[in-house]
């Protein structure tokens, strides 16, 4: 078995398992090794050893490790090189076999008398919740990331909560870090532990709460029709938008913390129980990502009438209107940062000045040189302006 590694798959990532060198060598050899992160199999262990006539080669098994690579388009492509197979335990259960080291892999297929090493249902159901905990950890680590991309600190963002607020959300978070460091150590979580993140929740959607109700503010101030008002409200989404997304990436962060340990507590009680329980929570947290989505398209559907709000006044307000079209489009690459951090699919928006005709074009510029020499230069130029663009709309008839 040392030279035999298997690849399994699931709609996030791909688990190449087997001894360690021969993981290693694997992911180098398709040149994913530095994108791997480990995989905990600990808690897969106490299903491995499942008979004394098997016990060597569940000792062996246990020695093993396995590495995760979270699904892209090269990745993928290993599935489209070497195909799927079905399992001989489950035909509906797909696992992708690795020719090439040793023949093919055999990980998950070795079988002594008849009797598969993983033919207990919950030692699929707690692969599954492995490679389920794989995929979350790299989600949180890309909201690390993110959060340092844009010098993100949760007291900053949540600096216009009263004080009280803020003590709860910082020490909500200061409770699942530890939680989670503990965790990561043992391997498993007891109810001593649970019982501190249990209660985590109200405060994490509170705070969400909160930075919904900051971005729907946001938008409400875009739907000025002044574009001297507009630009102000613009300029204030581009500092301020930045901020609220990193306070909803950092609750989303917390609460895939929070769910992978309770999944934990579900796996040491209920190990039956962890299949449903992990698709129950998949659905809550696409509710979330619905929740948020709704009001980040609802802030991106102003910034879109703001621009054509600017746009449309263009000739006489030029600064103001380059103006909120260059801080919707800074907010719009923002907002679309966000939604692929959570996977959010939505086609990026970008907006470009309206273009003039030459001689509305020759006027806006005097109007707009008018208007940054004084009021006194405002009139005259307003006057040529509007005969300069009178004049090119009766040659262009």
């Known amino acids: 078995m040392a030279e035999e590694v298997q690849l399994i798959g699931d709609d996030d990532g791909l688990a190449v398992i087997g001894e360690p060198t021969a993981v290693e060598r694997f992911l180098k050899s398709v040149g994913e090794w530095a994108s791997s992160r480990e995989l905990d199999l600990r808690p897969l262990k106490p299903y491995l050893a499942v008979g004394a006539d098997i016990a060597q080669q569940a000792s062996e098994i246990a020695e093993n490790s396995g590495r995760w690579i979270k699904l892209t388009e090269k990745s993928a ?8 197979m079905a399992s001989k335990q489950n035909p509906d259960e797909n696992h992708l076999m690795i020719p090439g080291l040793s023949g093919v892999g055999k990980w998950l297929q070795t079988e002594q008398d008849g009797a598969p090493l993983l033919a207990n249902p919950a030692a699929v159901s707690t692969l599954s919740g492995i490679l389920a905990r794989a995929a979350t950890q790299q989600n949180m680590a ?45 391997g498993a979580v007891n109810q001593t532990l649970w019982s501190t993140v249990d209660q985590s929740f109200q405060t994490i959607a509170a705070t969400q709460a909160y930075a919904l109700r900051q971005l729907d503010a946001i938008a409400r101030r875009l739907e000025d029709t002044k574009v001297g008002d507009l630009a102000q409200a613009a300029v204030l989404a581009e500092t301020d938008v930045p901020k609220w997304l990193g306070g909803l990436a950092q609750c989303f962060r917390l609460q895939d913390a929070v769910e992978m340990i309770e999944l934990d507590r579900v796996l040491a009680e209920s190990p039956e129980e962890l299949d449903a329980y992990r698709v129950g929570l998949q659905k809550v947290k696409q509710r979330r990502r619905g929740l948020i989505s709704d009001h980040t398209f609802q802030l991106l559907s102003r910034m879109d009438a703001a621009v054509s709000t600017a746009n449309a006044k263009m000739i ?12 919707a489009n800074h907010v ?10 959570l996977s959010i699919d939505a086609a990026p928006m970008a907006w470009n000045p309206r273009r003039l005709r030459r001689g509305a074009d020759i006027g806006s510029q005097a109007i707009q040189g008018a208007k940054d020499n004084g009021p006194h230069a405002v009139a005259a130029a307003t006057t040529l302006a509007s005969l300069v663009i009178a004049g090119k709309k009766l040659q262009d008839k």
């Open 77 to 84: 492509a290993l599935v489209k090189e070497h195909g799927f």
């Open 316 to 327: 006489w307000n030029r600064t103001l209107s380059h103006a909120v079209i260059g801080s």
């Open 142 to 186: 890309e909201v690390v990331d993110y959060l340092a991309t844009i010098d993100h600190k949760l007291d900053d963002v949540l600096r216009k909560v009263d004080d009280a607020q803020v003590a709860k959300m910082v020490g909500v978070a200061e409770a699942i870090e530890r939680a989670w460091a503990i965790r990561e150590e043992t």
């Open 332 to 341: 719009a690459t923002g907002i679309h940062d966000f939604h692929g951090l």
